[in-house]
């Protein structure tokens, strides 16, 4: 991935990594992680749904709203390789497209809580002190607000004052604001740890003492060195925002038919699964495999950037 | 000694409370008392024995504090969401506009009208639903609290009972096939959501084997595919961090030294290592409380259990701004004081958690 390449481990190389001459922190992390078949596939798999998704336009043989009122319910044939569910739409072209929905939201929401934990964490483990106790216990209280009900109030305020007209766009935009709101603060908290760490390392103090300012110290120094916990700790956020956009469009709460998710399907198919179990299946195994790939890729990015983690 | 007696009591009390109710049993009111007292008052003596008592009374203060905040927050957003009890698409007569307004107190002065929301809060008066005419919300919070309780700690057992065990099966025996298929069962768990369990479950044990019932929520039959679908999430995760936290111990001196001593491995397995590697499992305890709460939203929904968070999802299609900020307060308030037995509890148990 070209992200490891961006990163360094926080620690010196374990011991049992031994020490490979001529290899930068990077170069052995990247390393340990192609020789991780799991991870490997896992991140060959996340692409290919990647790329499904961005080409839907593309690759979806029909449109994800287009009926077919004489192809009502059928199960996978040569025409609708995944059949078509109980409005005569195209269950592949709807998968398809979910995929571009559940990537999004997954990607989306990653790099918006990465800028916002990363900078709200990096000042208050870079002041520390008062700021940083009155900043820590603004998260706590945000923190004690289960997820699911800030997810659910957000997308309430949001929709309460009609800003978008245009609906996908709308329940998609309210969905994006809301998962940031939630998950960028387990991102601030472990900046914050990782600043508070490194801060103490003397290769920050040199550079404090040859003049750099603090925002050089923090851009420069600090976070290159705190990159590896914070790209893992991404990896889980991408499938648990996913998750919890197939939980809010699976309640009702979220996009909701004609367009398509994921979570939208499950919701259409999973009461007919033992009448039409391919409305069921094919949503079902997408979810599961995204998952299990976005899980395996950040157990082996884990083990890259911090060998000692192996295997916990 | 006396750590021992008392700790096992809490534990038969608990069993007790949790048997009963699960067979829907009544559970008697001195039974609630008898549990209250003992888990309570003996955490109090045990927390001022050891010099606990200034870090518990910060943390009650800290959690008191964040119940106000969000207090506070459902007030604003209940003020400044548009529509209301008089939203209709009639345009009612000015006498009866002022009458709802005085029925839902939004004619005093707004700070009059917060004072008196958190005042109400503290009498434990959530207010006035906007669909449910003349039914006040902590009537109906207080009707559903039981069932998602209910659900809750069956299913937090259930991850417990599952994952504890296979994690320390896993962990004892890195790599062997009791590991990987330990580990396999956990990733998957992880990756599964359960909307999609929950309607393979019902297949199998209601449609084939007839053995459960596939909704509502009266009675044991009706408990057991709610809490196992609920709980093999955390279980599977339980399950990691058990693995993770047992292999960290049996790697530690004192099990070598215990190993050179030529205690039985039975020995080492419960005396040393479980005791030691459960502690981050138990810290952990809080997380998963909230998982579980998020779980709930969709198992709820899917069994159709009258649950606080099945009244949340409806409320929020009829926009009852009240209701739903009773059943945000309600949960949070849940999620507060799970964190706060869990960290009282977790630093109970290892001293070495520092009360910084």
């Known amino acids: 991935m070209s992200t490891a390449t961006l990163a360094s481990t926080s620690s010196p190389p374990a011991a049992s990594a031994g020490p490979k001459k001529g290899k930068s922190l990077q170069r052995e992390a990247l390393d340990r992680l192609l020789k991780n078949k799991s991870a490997v596939v896992s991140g060959v798999v996340i692409l290919f749904v990647c790329l499904v998704g961005a080409l839907a336009p593309v690759l979806a043989p029909y449109p994800f709203d287009e009926q077919f009122l004489d192809r009502v319910l059928i199960p996978p044939s040569s025409q609708h390789w995944l059949g078509t569910d109980s409005l005569g739409r195209d269950m592949l072209s709807r998968l398809i497209y979910g995929a571009r929905i559940s990537m999004a939201v997954g990607v989306i929401t990653a790099v918006i809580s990465l800028l916002i934990g990363t900078f709200y964490g990096a000042i208050s483990g870079w002041f520390g002190g008062w700021a940083d106790s009155v900043m820590m216990r603004s998260v706590d209280i945000l923190d004690s607000i289960p997820s699911i009900v800030l997810l659910i109030l957000v997308k309430l305020v949001f929709d309460a004052f009609d800003v978008i007209g245009n609906p996908e766009l709308k329940a998609l935009t309210g969905m994006l604001l809301a998962l940031s709101l939630t998950s960028w603060v387990s991102l601030a908290r472990v900046v914050r740890g990782q600043v508070l760490q490194v801060k103490q390392m003397s290769y920050v103090e040199a550079a404090r003492s040859m003049g750099a300012s603090g925002t050089r110290v923090v851009s420069q120094h600090i976070m290159p060195n705190i990159m590896g916990p914070v790209i893992v700790l991404l990896t889980f956020q991408i499938p648990s925002n996913i998750l919890y956009e197939s939980f809010l469009s699976f309640l009702g709460l979220g996009l909701q038919p004609p367009f398509s998710s994921w979570g939208v399907l499950a919701n259409d198919g999973w009461r007919s699964l033992q009448s039409y179990p391919h409305l069921m299946i094919s949503p079902g195994v997408a979810i599961f495999v995204a998952m299990l790939a976005f899980n395996l890729l950040g157990d082996g990015l884990r083990d890259a950037f911090d060998p000692q983690m192996r295997g916990r | ?356």
Request: include cysteine.
């Open chain 2, 1 to 356: 000694m006396i750590t021992r007696v008392w700790g096992l009591s809490v534990a038969i009390l608990f069993a007790t409370v949790v048997l009963l109710s699960f067979f829907a049993y009544e559970i008697p009111t001195a039974l609630w008392w008898l549990f209250s007292i003992v888990a309570f008052g003996g955490t109090a003596v045990f927390v001022f024995q050891q010099g606990m008592t200034f870090y518990v009374i910060r943390r009650l203060f800290e959690a008191a504090f964040a119940v106000l905040v969000i207090a506070t927050l459902t007030f604003i957003l209940l003020r400044v969401l548009p529509g209301g009890p008089f939203d209709s698409d009639k345009a009612l007569p000015p006498e009866v506009m002022a009458n709802l307004a005085a029925k839902y107190n939004l004619d005093a002065p707004l700070f009059q009208q917060y004072l008196d929301y958190i005042g109400g809060l503290l009498r434990g008066d959530l207010g006035q639903s906007y669909k449910y005419i003349s039914r006040d919300i902590t009537s109906i919070i207080s009707e559903s609290l039981p069932n998602s309780i209910q659900l809750g700690v069956y299913a937090l057992l259930v991850s417990y009972l599952i994952g504890i065990p296979m994690g320390v099966f896993a962990g004892w025996k890195p790599n062997s096939a009791v590991d990987v298929s330990c580990m396999t069962f956990a990733i998957s768990g992880i990756a599964l959501p359960s909307f999609l369990v929950a309607p393979i479950f019902i297949l199998i044990f209601v449609k084939t084997l007839g053995w459960f019932e596939p909704a509502l929520w009266e009675g044991p039959a009706y408990y057991v595919l709610p809490m196992l679908v609920l709980g093999i999430r955390p279980a599977a995760v339980i399950a990691r961090l058990t693995r993770a936290s047992v292999l960290e111990v049996i790697h530690s001196d004192y099990i070598r030294t215990a190993k050179a001593k030529g205690l039985a491995a039975r020995t080492i397995l419960f005396k040393h290592v479980l005791r030691n590697s459960l502690i981050p499992v138990l810290s952990l305890s809080g997380p998963l409380a909230a998982a579980i709460l998020t779980g709930s939203f969709v198992i709820e929904q899917i069994f159709a259990i009258p649950g606080v968070a099945k009244h949340l999802v409806l409320s929020v299609s009829n926009r009852d701004y009240p209701l739903i900020l009773g059943a945000t307060l309600v949960f949070s308030l849940f999620l507060i004081v799970a964190n706060l037995i869990t960290d009282i509890l977790t630093a109970i148990v290892d001293p070495r958690v520092k009360m910084s």
